[in-house]
């Protein structure tokens, strides 16, 4: 619960919460809800069988890559409720989400804890870009997505757009 709050508090856009209502489908990651039983025809050994009633959670999946600070997302985190067959599932979402949590576990990790939220956005945004080409159509772009997963609040703003607000907001 206590890293669900992280994700909801951080400076981060709020992830959405997904609800799923309906016969067992949403997996926890790679499988769906079971249990492990003892095999009666042979005591020693062991299988998964579906569960008939059950909670499972699964948080967020990842992993690195080249480094210790090179993160790959892999999967969302998922509460999951199994009860005769039905399901109830709440999956914590984002838009963009390998640039989003990827970013995240960059900030929540890898800053200085010592330093204040803006200081360890500051180096989370130099250390660790998300600046990429986007090609759609023929057309190529590029996007900082730290612009797209930030809240307001905590996004970089350049001197001269800053400079340009304070004269708007005096009238000039």
Not at 22 to 49: I, M, Q, W
Not at 60 to 81: A, C, I, Q
């Amino acid at each position: 619960m206590k890293e669900i709050l992280r994700y909801f508090f951080s400076p981060f856009v709020r992830p959405k919460l997904k609800l799923y209502i309906g016969k067992v489908a949403v997996g926890t990651p790679y499988f769906l809800p079971r249990r492990l039983v003892k095999d009666p025809e042979n005591p020693k050994k062991s299988k998964y069988v579906p569960k008939k009633i059950g909670f499972d959670y699964c948080r967020l999946g990842w992993k690195t890559k080249w480094s210790n600070t090179d993160y790959r997302y892999e999967w969302s985190p998922v509460f999951s409720f199994v009860i005769f067959g039905l399901q109830f599932a709440v999956t914590v979402t984002v838009n963009d989400a390998n640039h989003y949590w990827s970013s995240w576990l960059y900030y929540q990790n890898d800053t200085d804890k010592t330093k204040s939220t803006k200081e360890r956005v500051k180096q989370c945004i130099d250390e660790y870009p998300q600046i990429w080409k986007v090609s759609s159509r023929g057309d190529e772009k590029t996007v900082n997505y730290y612009d797209i997963i930030l809240k307001k609040k905590w996004k970089q703003v350049s001197v001269e757009v800053e400079r340009d607000n304070k004269l708007k907001k005096l009238g000039i």
